[in-house]
């Protein structure tokens, strides 16, 4: 359905503004849901079609989930296995039905790692949106030290390593791809926080209602996980793989079965340069007999038989045999079938013999050995 970043520097409330996303977003589920079952009658086709269609669940993912610690954050050699780790954790929780709200904590402090879970997002093809929020570093640090103070030194960062999170932080933009569309939410000190010339190195008091935090725009969030569609992946990264077993068991059977004739023809004269083995079996029903020439520059051996058939069923074992190379040479040549373990699905022509799956096969990986021998 949706992946949600939520970004922003170190301790700056997006746990908060996380929980208060994922609470939004299961009433309007169940509110939804309680009014279609309530409905009487179902609406027409028409509006079934415009309406989209609602998530099931909502999940949260932060570091906690990935057992990630804050003191991760202090060293890349503990950061990147952490970044990681987290990376495939979202990729896990992705789905059609599922918002996904992306709490990493310091970990979606790069622009890079951002772009990460937007490829991934979009390969699952869900919409992709980013919620920023928005704190000055003086708030952050006073509520990092809150947070040290009422629940120990697990539970924050230390100095040192909040300094370099805030220098590090890219923040969103929305005229990339991977960060928009973005929603800005700040959380700021009030005038009467900061003395004259203090700016934002004022001491935070909330005690004395010193820190004003915007409320999310949670209908504009909610539109733009819900309605519109999502990035699609090119082409190139897309997974094409749709082989059955059956194609593949075929691949695997045909070639083998033509090293076995091979083997036998060739188990008492041995290879001769330039002789025709022929190769006929039940099962290698096609119109033309097959025969395979060896060259006569180069013997072949039947270890290289081997490597070469090995490489021949990887290279077409990828996608389906109604788009694969295999099944398009096979149509070129007048022979249209599924490539698979049943029958042909063209009715045979008078007198022509209709040409079986493995015949098929057999006949381009005969004419591959005799150009790569």
């Avoid at 691949?251 to 290879?271: D, K, M, N, R, V």
Wanted: proline letters at 8%; a neutral charge; glycine letters at 6%.
């Amino acid at each position: 359905m949706a992946l949600v970043t939520v970004s922003g520097l170190p301790s700056s409330g997006r746990t908060t503004r996380s929980q208060q996303l994922k609470h939004d977003f299961e009433v309007r589920i169940r509110v939804a849901a309680a009014a279609a079952s309530s409905s009487s009658s179902p609406p027409p086709p028409q509006q079934q079609q415009q309406q989209p269609p609602l998530p099931s669940r909502v999940v949260i993912v932060s570091d906690d989930d990935v057992h990630v610690a804050r003191s991760a954050y202090a060293s890349q050699r503990t950061e990147k296995p952490a970044r990681a780790s987290y990376l495939s954790a979202v990729t896990r929780a992705l789905g059609k039905d599922t918002i996904v709200i992306a709490d990493g904590g310091a970990g979606l402090n790069i622009k890079g790692f951002r772009y990460q879970l937007w490829c991934a997002a979009r390969e699952v093809g869900v919409k992709c949106l980013t919620v920023h929020v928005h704190a000055p570093p003086a708030l952050c640090t006073h509520w990092n030290a809150k947070r040290r103070a009422q629940h120990g030194d697990a539970a924050s960062y230390d100095d040192e390593t909040l300094d370099s999170l805030f220098m590090r932080y890219e923040e969103p933009n929305p005229m990339t791809r991977w960060d928009s569309p973005l929603f800005l939410v700040s959380s700021s000190l009030s005038v009467a926080a900061a003395a004259p010339g203090q700016g934002e190195e004022a001491i935070v008091d909330d005690e004395a209602q010193q820190v004003q935090c915007d409320p999310l725009p949670l209908d504009d969030i909610w539109a733009a996980a819900t309605v519109g569609s999502a990035h699609k992946a090119p082409e190139v990264v897309t997974p094409t793989r749709s082989t059955t077993s059956s194609y593949l068991s075929l691949l695997e059977s045909a070639t083998q079965h033509i090293l076995s004739l091979i083997l036998t023809h060739t188990s008492t004269l041995g290879f001769q340069p330039g002789a025709t083995i022929p190769l006929s079996s039940p099962s290698l029903v096609g119109p033309h007999p097959l025969a395979l020439t060896i060259p006569s520059h180069k013997m072949p051996t039947l270890a290289s038989l081997q490597r070469l058939r090995r490489h021949f069923v990887k290279i077409h074992n990828a996608g389906s045999a109604a788009v694969n190379q295999l099944g398009l040479a096979a149509r070129d040549e007048g022979g249209y079938v599924a490539l698979s373990a049943t029958a042909s699905t063209s009715a045979p022509s008078k007198g022509v013999p209709q040409p079986s799956p493995e015949y098929l096969v057999a006949r381009r990986f005969v004419a591959w050995l005799e150009e790569t021998m």
